[in-house]
């Protein structure tokens, strides 16, 4: 399924089942021709996603609300489109406080949305900004999620900043093969506002050439994700995540990574599942590679990186809520897309 048939099939069943009024997305104030929301006015979403899901409004369910729509990507705006990886990780992982969730033989009790981490150093750009992280054994073992939706559906080449990035890539082909490249590729524009004709670029990206099919940007956004949980903790976190910070980190027994997806079409889930275990079973490599760049930047913790452990195996949103309690109108809801053997 493409991502445009994903959200046909929420949408109808909004729609038709839950009686919901909806709105055509708007990016960027421009309307899409394929992508809906759920309608609102500014201020009450959370007030709406409560309506529709039956969520219960607590003081914590507002601080969680807050975090998860102060990302670096209009995630306000996000949270309400039915196709959103931003609500699909809201709705399930909001009531981890209330129900704690075990992943990998461990416990979690707390969580936080968005945090936000340095990427080598604050000087080169934004943030990279976590989706998730759990918490569990009183704040001594973490668990960061990166979520995808519809993302993995369609792939393409990856921009990349050279002055970020590039050392970081030289050093990992140098010492792994890698199922894509990191090099300057001459891309071809449209025309547009500024330019009458065609015209062309250098970009450095992640790409297998022109025709990249595979879905490089959650692969680029792992890496950036592990290059800033070493980096360390921005200074200005999200408002409730005032306890995310260096200490915490410092004082972990355990740190992990790993990615959750929702299988919503099985051989392109099964697809991106082999390629991302392809790269990151280089655990070893990678995090010496990180070691390196980071060195060089004077920015590099040992005591964090010691205890970080890179999870190779894609999670899957049905394998992770088989049996956490979920409320049965979310459960419901994607239900209506799901193509995993395993019962959302």
Request: overall charge negative.
């Amino acid at each position: 399924m493409t991502k445009e048939e994903i959200a046909s099939k929420l949408a109808l069943y909004a729609e038709q089942e839950m009686k919901v009024k909806l709105e055509q997305t708007k990016w960027r104030n421009t309307e899409s021709s394929w992508s809906k929301s759920f309608a609102s006015t500014k201020g009450d979403e959370l007030q709406i996603l409560s309506n529709i899901f039956g969520l219960d409004v607590t003081k914590e369910l507002e601080r969680l609300f807050k975090s998860a729509t102060n990302g670096d990507g209009d995630e306000r705006s996000k949270i309400l489109t039915l196709h959103s990886s931003s609500l699909l990780a809201f709705l399930c992982f909001c009531n981890v406080r209330e129900h704690s969730i075990k992943i990998d033989d461990t416990e979690y009790n707390e969580i936080m949305f968005e945090v936000k981490n340095d990427v080598i150093a604050a000087s080169l750009g934004k943030p990279s900004n976590i989706d998730i992280l759990l918490l569990g054994e009183n704040r001594t073992k973490l668990l960061y999620l990166e979520s995808k939706f519809t993302e993995y559906l369609k792939g393409d080449r990856v921009d990349l900043s050279p002055k970020r990035y590039e050392q970081f890539y030289t050093i990992l082909s140098d010492n792994i093969e890698l199922p894509f490249k990191a090099s300057i590729l001459q891309i071809t524009h449209k025309p547009d506002k500024r330019h009458a004709k065609s015209y062309t670029t250098d970009e450095y990206c992640l790409n297998n050439g022109e025709s990249t099919n595979e879905y490089l940007d959650g692969i680029k956004q792992a890496f950036s994700h592990l290059l800033g949980i070493v980096t360390g903790p921005a200074k200005t976190q999200a408002p409730g995540n005032e306890i995310y910070n260096l200490d915490l980190l410092e004082n972990a027994k355990e740190i992990k990574f790993a990615s959750i997806v929702f299988d919503c079409d099985q051989a392109k889930y099964d697809d991106y599942s082999k390629l991302y275990a392809s790269v990151f079973k280089n655990k070893e490599e990678i995090k010496n590679a990180i070691k390196e760049v980071l060195h060089d930047r004077n920015v590099y913790h040992d005591n964090i990186i010691d205890k970080l452990t890179i999870v190779p195996e894609l999670k899957s949103y049905q394998e992770v809520f088989a049996t956490h309690p979920l409320p049965k109108k979310v459960r419901d809801f994607y239900s209506c897309v799901n193509e995993s053997d395993i019962k959302f």
